[in-house]
């Protein structure tokens, strides 16, 4: 069954270094995702991306956040200069169509010291 | 925007009880609404989702949801829960425009032997 890929499953950065998260949606959706869930927190709507250009974003995703669709299979999430408070598991997710369901992928958990 | 709240943060409950898990959600215009679950370690995976047509609605693993316009509420319900159904339960809702879910902050359902 096709599925919505991350990496890394988990990665420890310092404070101010850059990060990239990278994830592989499921290979006919068009439409894409990043959510993030800090610890014991809600899941919360980062970014929406469609048609190669952001579709919608949330008041998180400020300039320190980038998503970039490089080739055709991956969908990236940038954060420049990585805060202590950008600490949280961070998941991607698509979809085929407008109105169906969101696939996830198991999430990169990002720490920041 | 929707907003979604889950009452319970975490549901204790014995193999074979039956459970409730609550969801409420801000908006009853044009919503759609998502049951996800999140085994530990994994991404989240859909349990059942309300678009139109039947309030009562079935999914995966024996689980149904009602959605109740009037009382702004779609509750997840199983009627003999299982050891394996030990997980974190999210509660999503969209609205016609966006369709981008609004998540709750997730309710742990811990089954005891």
């Known amino acids: 069954e096709p599925e919505v890929t991350q990496t890394p499953s988990h990665q420890v950065t310092q404070m101010g270094q850059e990060v990239i998260l990278r994830c592989v949606p499921i290979s006919n959706h068009l439409y894409f995702y990043w959510y993030r869930q800090i610890l014991g927190q809600k899941v919360e709507f980062l970014v929406s991306f469609y048609n190669n250009e952001i579709s919608e974003k949330s008041e998180i995703f400020d300039d320190q956040f980038s998503v970039e669709r490089p080739d055709g299979s991956n969908f990236t999430l940038k954060i420049r200069s990585t805060k202590l408070e950008d600490s949280a598991m961070y998941f991607c997710?698509?979809?085929?169509?407008?109105?169906?369901?969101?696939?996830f992928g198991e999430g990169s958990r990002l720490t920041v010291l | 925007a929707q907003s979604v709240t889950q009452l319970d943060s975490q549901v204790p409950v014995f193999e074979e009880a039956p459970v409730e898990l609550r969801c409420n959600y801000s908006s009853s215009v044009s919503v759609y609404l998502f049951w996800y679950v999140q085994y530990p370690n994994q991404g989240l995976q859909l349990l059942l989702k309300?678009?139109?047509?039947?309030?009562l609605v079935k999914g995966i693993n024996g689980f149904e949801a009602e959605f109740n316009k009037s009382q702004t509420s779609f509750h997840l319900r199983k009627p003999s829960v299982h050891i394996s159904d030990t997980a974190e339960y999210f509660c999503?809702?969209?609205?016609?425009?966006?369709?981008?879910?609004?998540f709750g902050r997730g309710t742990s359902l811990i089954v005891h032997p």
């Open positions: 997710a698509s979809k085929r169509e407008n109105t169906g369901e969101l696939f």
């Open positions: 309300y678009l139109s047509g039947s309030t």
């Open positions: 999503a809702a969209s609205n016609g425009g966006s369709y981008i879910p609004t």
